[in-house]
C-alpha cells in the first residue's frame, strides 16, 4: 500500500517543471525547520508542550509572515526559472530542426537528383542501347530504394519523437525476433564471410512494440554487416539483471576512433559519409536504435572493444 502510494508521489514530482521543483524543495525544508523552531522553542525545550508565553505566539505569527513572502519570493523565481528554461529549449529544438531539416534536404537531393537525371536521359533518348538501358534501369532502382529506406526511417524517427503514446506495446519473445532477423540477413552475411554468434537465451521477455524492436537488432546487424569488413564474427549476449536485460552485441571488425563513439548515435553522422552513401546507408539508423531503446526504458553505449572491434551495450525494460 506504501509503495503504492509513494510510486504515483514520485512521478508526480518528476513531471514537474524545474521551477516548481526548486520551490517545493525549498518551502519544504523550510516549513520543516519553522516546525521544529516553534515546537521545541529554539530547541531548548525536550518535548513538546503548550506554549506558556506570548512571545510563543508572536514566534508563530513571524513565521507564518516570513513563510508567506518566501513563498511568494520564490513562485515568481520559479515562474521565470521556468520560462527562461522554455526559451532555451524552445531556442534548441528549433535550431535542431532546422538543421535535421538541412540533412532531410540534402540526403533526399541525392537519389531524387539521380533518378531525374536517369529519367531525363532515357526520355531524350529513346532509342539509346539495351544494355545502357537496363544499367539506367537498374541505378534508378536502386536510389529510389535508398530513397524508400531513408523516408521509412524518417517515419520511425518522427513516431518515436511524437507519437510515442500510441504505440501498440505487447509482450515480445527477443530471441524469435533476432532469430527471424538472422535468417533474413544471412544472404547478406555469407556474401561478406560474416559469422553471426546468437547467444541469446530462449526466455527474453520485453514488454514493447515489436516494429521498434525489430529495427533496434536489424539496424545493429546491419550496421555490423557493412561496416565490419568481410570475414568478421559478429556476436550477440544478454545478461539478465533485476529490472532490464543488458545486452551486448559487438564485432571484432576494425572499429571507429574513439572521437566517434559519442557521436555516432546522431542523426546523419557519418564516419566515411562516401562509404555510407555507396552501401545504401541513411544515416539514420543508429539513431533509430538510441531512441528506440530510450522509449524501451533502457540506455545505450559504444564501446571499442578489446582489441579491435566496435561494441554496442543496451539495457531493455523486462516485461513485467
Not at 535535421?100 to 537528383?113: F, G, M
Not at 539478465?240 to 548515435?265: N, V
Request: aromatic letters at 10%; a positive charge.
Amino acid at each position: 500500500m506504501k509503495k503504492r502510494i509513494i510510486r504515483p508521489l514520485h512521478l508526480s514530482f518528476k513531471k514537474m517543471s524545474e521551477g516548481r521543483k526548486m520551490y517545493l524543495s525549498v518551502m519544504s525544508v523550510f516549513f520543516a525547520f519553522a516546525l521544529v523552531f516553534i515546537l521545541f522553542e529554539d530547541y531548548d525545550r525536550s518535548h513538546f508542550s503548550p506554549f506558556e508565553e506570548p512571545s510563543d505566539y508572536h514566534l508563530i505569527a513571524f513565521s507564518v509572515i516570513v513563510m508567506i513572502g518566501l513563498a511568494w519570493m520564490l513562485n515568481r523565481y520559479a515562474r521565470r526559472m521556468d520560462q527562461r528554461i522554455s526559451r532555451e529549449q524552445a531556442a534548441k529544438e528549433n535550431a535542431m530542426r532546422r538543421q535535421l531539416t538541412n540533412n532531410i534536404a540534402h540526403e533526399l537531393k541525392t537519389p531524387v537528383a539521380s533518378i531525374l537525371g536517369y529519367a531525363e536521359t532515357l526520355k531524350n533518348h529513346p532509342d539509346i542501347g539495351k544494355e545502357t538501358l537496363n544499367q539506367f534501369i537498374e541505378r534508378t532502382y536502386s536510389q529510389a530504394t535508398r530513397l524508400t529506406a531513408l523516408l521509412q526511417d524518417i517515419s520511425t524517427l518522427n513516431r518515436i519523437d511524437y507519437a510515442p503514446d500510441q504505440l501498440n506495446m505487447e509482450r515480445i519473445e527477443v530471441s524469435h525476433l533476432v532469430s527471424d532477423i538472422v535468417n533474413e540477413t544471412s544472404l547478406t552475411l555469407a556474401k561478406h564471410r560474416q559469422t553471426f554468434r546468437n547467444c541469446l537465451q530462449g526466455d527474453i521477455i520485453i514488454m514493447g512494440n515489436v516494429s521498434l524492436l525489430y529495427s533496434i537488432f536489424r539496424n545493429l546487424i546491419d550496421n555490423a554487416s557493412n561496416y565490419a569488413g568481410d570475414g568478421a564474427t559478429i556476436e550477440l549476449t544478454a545478461t539478465e539483471q533485476r529490472h532490464y536485460w543488458k545486452f551486448t552485441f559487438s564485432d571484432d571488425g576494425p572499429g571507429i576512433g574513439a572521437e566517434h563513439l559519442t557521436r555516432i548515435f546522431e542523426r546523419f553522422y557519418r564516419i566515411d559519409k562516401g562509404r555510407s552513401r555507396s552501401l545504401g546507408g541513411t544515416g539514420l539508423g543508429l539513431s533509430i536504435v538510441k531512441n528506440a531503446v530510450t522509449l524501451h526504458g533502457g540506455t545505450i553505449e559504444a564501446q571499442s572493444a578489446d582489441p579491435h572491434g566496435l561494441r554496442f551495450v543496451f539495457t531493455l525494460k523486462k516485461s513485467s
